[in-house]
């Protein structure tokens, strides 16, 4: 090693601070101001489409209000004589209804799904139900719940093809139950669709398995995903009903929903004052859901009010008497639940719980 004494002194290690932002690799590049500014753009435009899509429910609300004030006048006009004991009962039995549907949906999934927000998902999806024809509005709020809560898509489609299964199926035991206690208070005739009514049940049954099959033979590139969300499905439902505490709620929630309903229907009859009993208001609402259930609709609306307005009318109620009745039960499930719904809806979304 040299003894001499160096030419100069060493020069001092940079430090840190003294770094140029470029000469360090885990440095952050320092924003600049057309960057800025785009992300404060992107903020703002969120915020907005946040707005929108909070006061878009309460929008629609106003528009089909305005289309259908009619209906709206005459169920208030006729409600306004009736028992408001009877019409407090079917409100309440209307808020049962949806607490039975989140047991369906919770029994339909194998997560578990906290039961506050689950329950105010499915009031917005009552909501949504009443403005999108077959319940593509109620499936759509669910599916977007199920997703933010971290259940896979494949998983919150299949739950909803099984809600649909189970809700379809089981409406038939409840029918038998009355055509088998009461034979003579209740036709089998009155279980069968007629007329136009008839014919798109006819038609639909046979169009709809035939266009998805040609569907899966035209389209390749659907066939994957087609068998991969039945294998999906298949394995859910068996694994739910290996479960009691997801097949009991499943089950029990989807006998109980049409129950409600037609409670709902029961409790405004006898607040008008209808010449039937509550079996038969109970069954005329089953057998006329059924009838009219292959119409797709909003909410059902149409051809379920004409069918019930049809079916009390072949019970010996006067016609009047029988359409003020149906009135009474959309203002129950539609119009008076519609808005707070949709109020739930909009703050659900705020939330980001959809």
Same mark, same amino acid.
């Given at each position: 090693m040299s003894l001499l004494p160096l030419d100069g002194p060493a020069s001092p290690l940079p430090r840190a601070d003294d770094r140029h932002p470029e000469d360090s690799p885990t440095a952050p590049a320092p924003l600049t101001a057309s960057a800025a500014s785009a992300a404060s753009a992107d903020r703002v435009a969120g915020s907005s489409v946040r707005r929108v899509l909070m006061l878009f429910p309460v929008l629609l609300l106003g528009i089909w209000a305005a289309i259908d004030w009619r209906a709206v006048r005459d169920g208030t006009a006729r409600l306004a004589t009736a028992d408001p004991w009877w019409l407090l009962a079917g409100l309440?039995?209307?808020? =049962?209804?949806?607490? %039975?549907?989140?047991?369906?949906?919770?029994? %339909?999934?194998?997560?578990?799904?906290?039961?506050?927000?689950?329950?105010?998902? !499915?009031?917005?999806?009552?909501?949504?139900?009443?403005?999108?024809? &077959?319940?593509?509005? %109620?499936?759509?709020?669910?599916?977007?719940?199920?997703?933010? !809560?971290?259940?896979?898509?494949?998983?919150?489609?299949?739950?909803? &093809? =099984?809600?649909?299964?189970?809700? &379809?199926?089981?409406?038939?035991?409840?029918?038998?139950?009355?055509?088998?206690?009461?034979?003579?208070?209740?036709?089998?005739?009155?279980?069968?669709?007629?007329?136009?009514?008839?014919?798109?049940?006819?038609?639909?049954?046979?169009?709809?398995?035939?266009?998805?099959?040609?569907?899966?033979?035209?389209?390749?590139?659907?066939?994957?995903?087609?068998? &991969?969300?039945?294998?999906?499905?298949?394995?859910?439902?068996?694994?739910?009903?290996?479960?009691?505490?997801?097949?009991?709620?499943?089950?029990?929630?989807?006998?109980?929903?049409?129950?409600? !309903?037609?409670?709902?229907?029961?409790?405004v009859g006898s607040a008008l004052g209808v010449p039937l009993s509550w079996p038969q208001l109970v069954f005329a609402f089953l057998a006329a859901s059924t009838a009219a259930g292959a119409v797709p609709a909003p909410g059902g609306i149409g051809p379920v009010d004409a069918a019930l307005v049809l079916t009390l009318a072949g019970y010996g109620t006067p016609l009047a008497l029988a359409t003020a009745t149906v009135i009474g039960y959309r203002a129950l499930t539609v119009w008076l639940p519609l808005l707070p719904g949709m109020l739930v809806l909009s703050a659900l979304v705020q939330r980001k719980a959809l």
């Open positions: 309440v039995f209307t808020c =049962l209804g949806w607490v %039975a549907a989140a047991c369906v949906r919770q029994g %339909a999934v194998p997560d578990r799904l906290p039961k506050g927000l689950l329950l105010a998902s !499915q009031v917005a999806a009552g909501a949504a139900n009443h403005l999108l024809p &077959a319940s593509i509005g %109620a499936h759509a709020v669910t599916v977007r719940f199920l997703l933010r !809560q971290g259940v896979p898509l494949p998983r919150a489609t299949a739950s909803i &093809a =099984l809600y649909s299964l189970v809700r &379809a199926v089981a409406k038939t035991p409840l029918l038998l139950v009355f055509v088998l206690a009461a034979p003579a208070a209740v036709p089998p005739s009155a279980l069968l669709p007629r007329g136009r009514t008839l014919v798109l049940a006819v038609v639909g049954l046979l169009l709809a398995p035939a266009a998805a099959a040609a569907l899966l033979v035209l389209v390749r590139a659907w066939r994957g995903p087609a068998l &991969a969300f039945v294998r999906t499905a298949l394995t859910d439902a068996r694994h739910l009903h290996t479960r009691p505490g997801r097949c009991l709620p499943l089950w029990c929630g989807a006998m109980a929903a049409p129950l409600l !309903q037609a409670c709902v229907v029961a409790s």
